[in-house]
């Protein structure tokens, strides 16, 4: 029995270690990134944010916010960037379209 426990732990060892944020962090990483973006500011004309909403995911993978303005409604895509190590994941904002 004593083998048996230390081998599973002896195991666990050769498993790589991944870190994961928590579903909050994770949605605070990813706020931060659309409202740090110079080319989001631009597409909603630098108005102040009435509103930011999480909608569906793509298909490949993307996340997507909804930042709304007294002016406009704008969708922004996040695309993960799994890193190749243990470590977080971050986000890549792809470029905004235009703002209806």
């Known amino acids: 029995m004593r083998r048996a426990a230390l ?3 002896l195991s666990l ?3 790589p ?3 994961a944020l928590s579903g909050y962090y994770d949605s605070a990483e990813q706020i931060n990134m659309i409202l740090s973006n110079a080319a989001i500011a631009d ?5 102040p ?3 930011l909403t999480r909608g569906k995911a793509r298909k490949d993978g993307a996340v997507e916010w909804i930042v709304r303005t007294g ?3 704008l969708k922004v895509y996040l695309t993960p960037v799994v890193p190749d190590y243990p470590g977080k ?3 890549r904002v792809d470029p905004p ?3 209806k």
């Open 7 to 9: 081998f599973a732990l």
């Open 13 to 15: 060892g050769a498993v």
């Open 89 to 91: 994941t971050t986000y």
């Open 43 to 47: 597409a909603v004309h630098q108005a």
């Open 49 to 51: 944010i009435d509103g």
């Open 71 to 73: 002016r406009c409604t």
């Open 97 to 99: 379209g235009a703002c």
């Open 17 to 19: 270690a991944e870190a």
